[in-house]
Structures are given as C-alpha cells and as structure tokens.
C-alpha cells in the first residue's frame, strides 16, 4: 500500500548522527565521532544508590507524575542555575527528556511553516534536524570567533524578521567555541530592541577548562527573563541514559511547552527525575565534573598535540576552552566526505562538517571528539587519521 | 514582551486531565477521576531488581542508546505480541516513552493541518489534544456497544477521505467497552477496501477480566502488516514511571517515526528499558498482571453493586469486560460537569463526559475510575457520589 504522510516528513533527514552512532558500535574503529562522554567516568556507584533510593522511597514514586517535571528536582535546577546568576523561579522551568525535547518541544510553541530562525553557520545538527520538521526557514548570521557580527545580525533582523535567535554560545557544537561576554551583550540588546526570542542551549557549560574564563551566560544577562529560554542537560555531567534535562525561561512560554508536553509524552521518566533529586542530595557531583573535565582536558591536550605535529599548510583549529569538541580546518582543496571513507578503512572516524551548515558547507571541515577515547586511543587513532589525512592531501595535490 | 507563537497553540488546552490530577492530589478527596494504577499493586521488589540489574550490568548501559529502542526489549516485545497472534518482526517495532509518544510521533509523520482522523465518539481524550495540535480535523463515527456502525463509517470514508481511523476496541476509554470481532473485521475490510491505515490504542488489553472472551487485536487481524499501527504500554501493567510503551506498524510508517523521535527526544530513557529487559527474564509478569486484575475485577465489582443500588429513572452504564473505567449515563436532564463542583465538596471526583467527545458532548456522562482506590474507599466515595447525585437530581426535577 502507498502511505499519504504529512509533508513534513520531506523534511527528515536519516541523519549522520544515527550513522555516526552505527560506526561507533563497529568493535576496530577508534571513534572520534560521537558527541559522547566516557562511560568509564560515569557515577556508577552514585547512580545505583539514587535509583534505589528512588524505587524505595514510596510507590508514589512509581506513579504517573506531573508534567512540568517534581518540585524538588525544579528546585534543585533553580539553585544550581542561581550559581550562573540566572534567577528563576521553580515555575519558570519545566524538567524535559534532554535538551533535545526542549529544542522540540520550545519549537512547537513557537514555529509555523516559514517562520525565519537565525544561527551560527556551522551549528548544532540535530538543533536544525528540528527546525527543519517545523519547515522553518533558518538563516545563517556572519561570525567569528567571538560570536556573532553586529553589522550582520542586525541587517538580518530588520530584513527577514525572525521568531528566534539560535544559540550555542558557550563551548559550542561543532565549533569549541565560546563567545565573548561584549558579543552577547550585543545579542541581548539587539533582542530586546528588535524584540526577538533567544534560545541558549548550553549543553556544554559545566564542562569548562578555565571556570574563571567562562562569560556570563545569556540568561544570566537576560534579569527580567524576558528574552532569553535557556536549555541544559545532565547527559553530560551524570548519565545519558537517564535523559533528564531542562527549560527554563518566560512563564508564559514555559507554561505553552508544558502543554505541549502534556501532549507529547505526559511526562518525564519520573523514577529518574526522583534519582536524580537523591543524586543531587547526597552526591558531590560538583566534585565529580571537576574531576571529569581535568580528564577531558588532559585528552584534549593529547589531540591537541597530534593536530600540532600535522605539516600541513592550511591546516587550522580553535583550541576547546571548554566542552568536547575539535573543529578542523583542512586545506581549502580537501574534501572530508570523502576523506571519511578512507579513515574508517584505516580504522578512525570523525564527523565531516557538512551537517552542520545551514548556507554553503565547506567541505573541508571536521569534527573531533576528544572526551570518549583514552589516552591511548586518542595517540593510535590520530596517528591514523594524520596518515590518511596526509595520504588524501598529496593525492590532490 | 508580547511573544508570537505558532497557529498551533490555539488547539492547546489546558487540559481536564491536568486538572484532575491536581483533585487526585488533595488528600480529603476520594477520586475516581484519574486512570491511574493502583500504586499499592506495584511489583516494587522486582522493579528494584531489575534497574539495580540494569545500572551495574555495565557502563554501556547507562550511554546514549539508539533511537528505535533496545533490540533486546524489541525482541521481548515481538514475543509477547505473538500470544496475541500479532506476528511482527523486531525492525517493526519501536520503544517509545509511553504510548502518549507513540500516538503523537505518528501524528507527526501522518498529519498535515485539515487532515481528517476518523474515531469513535466519546473517545481517548489525550489523543483528541494530540490531534488538535497537528490542526487536523476529527470526525465522529456512529457507534454502538460492539463499536463503529459500518454505514456510517463507510459514508464517511467515502465523503471525507481520512487519513487514519483512530480506535481503543478492547476495554476502551473512557467508555470501557469491547468491540465485537465481527466490527473489527468489518473495520479491516473497510481499511484495505479504501487504503485507511488505522491506529490501534491498547493501553488495557492485558487488564481482562474474561481472557476468554477477547476477541483478536485488529493488528492480529491485519496479516501482512499493512493497514494497522498498534500501540500500547507497560505504564498499566508493570510501573507508569518508566514511561515505557511502544509502536508496531508497517516498517515504512515505523522508519520514519524513527527519524521524528530522533529530533523529538533521541531515544527513550534507557536505564528504565534495560530495566525492563531485566524484569521481563526475570519477573512473572503474566502472573503479576493476573494478580492485579482479580484485585481490580473485585473493585469493579463493589463499583458496579454501588451504582445498581442508586434508584433512578434513566441511569445507565455497561459493564467493563477489563480495563480500568466505568462509563455513566446520568438521566438526561442532568449536568456532570455542574455536578463535579457539589461531588468534590462533598469528597469525592469523577471525571465529567464533556470534554471526551468530538461531537456535541452529552451532558449527562461521567468517567469513573474503579483500579486506583481500595474497597473500601470505592464504599465510601461511591456513597458521597450516589448522594450528591441524587440530590442533584431532585433539584433538577
């Protein structure tokens, strides 16, 4: 039979990241693919007891739960975010299954068919995954390594009059950057002159190299929570698997999301949301991410100075001061779709840059992960992938 | 700031379900007014089991999963579909969290705006919000105890072209009825005659009182797989907190609901699939869902000795065969949504009929819930309700 779908589904992509994740799970590949972080470095201990506190505590805790996600875990999110100066109220935020449903879910309230999102060129490929489903329209803006430029941020706002600015402006996927704290101020003012909605996903932020380097966040700068709805996770910091992250941002949006949600899946795993809240009770996990990211830094290092040993005229990358990512500039000539083939037969991936661009890609980009390989890994397969780079290079030139 | 959202959120609403879970949750009042299981049944000890099992079975476990689900759970799934003669393979299949998200990421991929779903009227509430907010249009069928009328539905097939036939035929909500074999093959026929694919909702199924006399799933009747899409979930039987269910369907329909779960939530909580996994090799669960049953068959019983007691002209109900609800007909000139605001000073909630229906509601319906209080609670609430009833009807007569 001939199925009649919705138009949308023209919109789907069987994404690099699904395909991404099928090379990792192949046993003789070193990946650099993935946005994944160790599980050898995962609270195992910690989470076993929170579950089981969790399970324990009462079979309410078992039942069906409420939709904006428990008080006591929106109360543990608001003390936290109060230590990055964004004050917000346990009304204000909605406890979501990861940042990716509040990207979904923030879309659903907002988008109709050809409304205009404005982003960083590259950005957050399942970020646009979304957007597109919504037949939005998003428009790269003009950026360097600070943030966005004002000249074309501005032009672009009076010209295509978006419904959102797109950000991830701290330690961002793909790029490793982190945008200048006069950049999103900048931002901020263009927002509330222009009236536009900002949404921070900061999936990334705990994962910082030098704490006292790090800018304010956007939402932190946004004090009247007016402009900005803000997103994190804890699939970084404590587990994956658990799927718990949040939204925080205008009551009234907020309360439109969690319609939305209402909808979507009722609510989020709550025997998590409840292990999480015993997690952050009894756990130094503060402690734990600083330990985690002296772990990643140190790795990051070690790919950091495989990329330097590379000769190769042309060859450029930003150096992570925080997050999880590489992003690397081959020669202009080169072509990393290509190149990704050869790797993989070399034993080595990476994640081309392709993906990730909403105008023109260049399609000598790519993406490094240097938080879910060991020391060891990250020698033997950036060695691989220094050969196959070098071997592509001569080939055409 | 005056946000612009999308057309969308117009069909929200801030929903009777919402609210009702708000009158659960005040301690004084005897609610028959949720769907929820009763909390005290829960296998607790195995839940305990199978995730402390799940956590310490390996870090992997705890690591971003892949989007259709664990095929170790997938595997389970497609055996237990078999006892009920539904033959799928596991690539058909995908976990989701709860059937809720199986019903909204088929929405996502069938439904354009002005669509037309064709379902049973009164019927799944939360479907019809899911529904509303993909801005299609929902068209009632004539139906009887044994379920649609094939006239009526033929006529509007034929008029209306509907992109999806939505129906809950075994134990339905909120009228708790059982559609007889013969309408659903009627309903096969009239799918295949006229290319209408059809969603199956079957949250109740396993909750049978008779297990001898339901009749086959639709999906079982649909052979080769290519008209039905059936869904349903572990949320009534093992815990609602994990937020387990899952979609089987034609693997083209499935496929792309991969590709919209991707961007929608990446993947359901894995610890609680895991989990799953676990309990599913080590727990009874057959057993466990025939304990409870004969505990809720019990307080169907007291429910139904209470509502035969009330002496008035007009009153009507049938009698659940499963599942978890009791569906009243209140004398004509009676008002269920005037009569909640008296049954809640009075201690007790049910759910008035209204906002379950497509068509023009009538007036005079009521849900009640009899799985989640205990018999005694079902004596006392059911004497609180069967006096305010009457004395409701007194003053309307």
């Not at 003789?28 to 609270?43: M, Q, T, Y």
């Not at 068919?113 to 490929?125: A, C, F, K, S």
């Not at 803006?141 to 797109?166: A, F, H, R, T, W």
């Amino acid at each position: 039979m001939k199925y009649g779908f919705s138009d949308r589904v023209r919109y789907f992509d069987s994404s690099a990241v699904r395909d991404i994740l099928k090379v990792v799970n192949q046993g003789n590949v070193i990946s650099f693919a993935g946005g994944l972080p160790d599980e050898d470095l995962f609270p195992v201990e910690a989470v076993k007891d929170a579950f089981q506190k969790a399970i324990t505590s009462g079979n309410k805790a078992l039942q069906y739960a409420e939709t904006e996600g428990l008080e006591a875990l929106r109360m543990h999110l608001v003390e936290r975010m109060k230590r990055k100066s964004i004050y917000r109220n346990p009304e204000d935020v909605l406890v979501t299954s990861g940042s990716q449903q509040a990207i979904d879910l923030f879309s659903r309230v907002m988008f109709n068919p050809g409304d205009v999102i404005l982003t960083e060129d590259p950005t957050y490929l399942a970020a646009l995954q979304v957007f597109a489903s919504y037949e939005t329209k998003v428009v790269a803006v003009d950026s360097d390594q600070d943030g966005m430029l004002k000249e074309d941020l501005e032009e672009k706002i009076k010209l295509l009059k978006p419904k959102c600015i797109y950000v991830v402006p701290t330690y961002s996927n793909p790029e490793g950057k982190v945008w200048s704290l006069e950049r999103r101020k900048m931002l901020l003012e263009l927002a509330e002159k222009y009236h536009v909605v900002v949404m921070e996903d900061d999936p990334y932020g705990d994962i910082q190299f030098d704490p006292e380097a790090a800018p304010s966040s956007l939402a932190a700068l946004d004090e009247a929570n007016q402009y900005v709805v803000y997103t994190s996770t804890f699939s970084k910091t404590v587990v994956p698997a658990m799927r718990i992250g949040w939204i925080v941002g205008p009551n009234q949006i907020i309360r439109l999301i969690a319609q939305a949600k209402q909808a979507a899946d009722l609510h989020t795993n709550s025997i998590s949301q409840h292990a999480l809240v015993h997690l952050l009770n009894d756990f130094d996990l503060d402690q734990h991410v600083r330990n985690i990211t002296s772990v990643y830094y140190e790795r990051m290092k070690i790919m950091k100075k495989a990329l330097d040993e590379i000769e190769l005229e042309g060859l450029t990358y930003l150096e992570p001061k925080g997050g999880m990512f590489f992003w690397v500039n081959l020669p202009k000539e080169m072509n990393t779709t290509d190149l990704l083939k050869a790797a993989v037969d070399q034993g080595v991936a990476f994640v081309p840059g392709k993906p990730f661009y909403v105008g023109e890609a260049e399609g000598n980009t790519l993406r490094l992960n240097f938080t879910n390989s060991t020391p060891d890994k990250i020698e033997t397969g950036m060695k691989r992938l220094v050969h196959v780079i070098q071997e592509a290079y001569l080939q055409v030139n």
